[in-house]
């Protein structure tokens, strides 16, 4: 079975900007979430969706936002880049969300905001 | 609030030693707790998991131990190799709950083990 998928992996872009980061979970998998890591702050959880819905989200504010697709594909977007804004974005996917379910993770979007 | 704090920060094993990581929870409501271990340039990947109800995991040379009174677990890496030099963290989650896809991460052990 093929992994979690994020494009693109790498990002360079300036203060004010938007932009939009892709993730393909594994094949069967319907639960996605989004996390930002940075060395400061660590592993921090943006937000999760299911069956195109978002269920749960983080202490973000609103320029962070994401969608689910009915293929389970997601995309999180972030408007109004910061300089602060700068870090790996990662995505993770599990079959359904439940008792002892597992998230797997894709090798991350690493963006640097200029 | 940081809900999960983990320690040491960082640790250096040689080779054949033992890793310990210790990690320290608040939440009552966390029935679920994975360890991750991520290598530069990649996503964290699950190396072992374990539930309130069970005091020790062991999975090869990986075991996590677990002290649901004192609100630890901990990972010790017996016979740790050089190939274990990666990042690791430990995590939360109230799986039977409605925190959906919220893993609460500590801040993470950068490991290195010397030849």
């Known amino acids: 079975k093929a992994g979690v998928t994020q494009t693109p992996r790498y990002l360079i872009k300036t203060r004010g900007q938007q932009v939009t980061l892709s993730c393909s979970p594994i094949?069967?998998?319907?639960?996605v979430s989004w996390y930002q890591q940075t060395p400061g702050q660590g592993l921090q959880f943006l937000f999760e969706?299911?069956?195109?819905?978002?269920?749960n989200k983080g202490n973000f504010p609103g320029r962070f936002s994401g969608r689910q697709f009915s293929n389970s594909r997601s995309e999180m977007n972030v408007s109004t880049l910061e300089l602060g804004d700068s870090a790996l974005y990662l995505c993770?996917?599990?079959?359904?969300?439940?008792?002892?379910?597992?998230?797997?993770f894709g090798p991350g979007t690493r963006l640097l905001v200029l | 609030q940081q809900q999960v704090k983990q320690s040491p920060q960082s640790l250096i094993v040689q080779k054949g030693g033992i890793s310990i990581i210790n990690c320290a929870y608040e939440?009552?409501?966390?029935?679920?707790f994975p360890w991750y271990q991520q290598f530069p340039g990649k996503g964290p990947a699950l190396l072992i998991a374990?539930?309130?109800?069970?005091s020790e995991k062991k999975e090869g040379r990986f075991t996590i131990s677990f002290n649901k009174s004192a609100k630890q677990f901990s990972l010790h890496i017996m016979d740790s190799q050089p190939g274990d030099s990666a990042t690791y963290f430990c995590?939360?989650?109230?799986?039977?709950?409605?925190?959906?896809?919220?893993?609460?991460f500590g801040q993470g052990t950068i490991l290195t083990v010397h030849p």
């Open positions: 939440n009552t409501a966390f029935d679920y």
């Open positions: 993770a996917s599990t079959l359904l969300w439940g008792a002892a379910e597992t998230q797997y």
């Open positions: 094949s069967g998998h319907r639960s």
């Open positions: 995590a939360a989650v109230n799986a039977g709950g409605t925190s959906y896809g919220k893993l609460t």
């Open positions: 969706y299911f069956s195109e819905t978002q269920r």
């Open positions: 374990i539930r309130p109800d069970v």
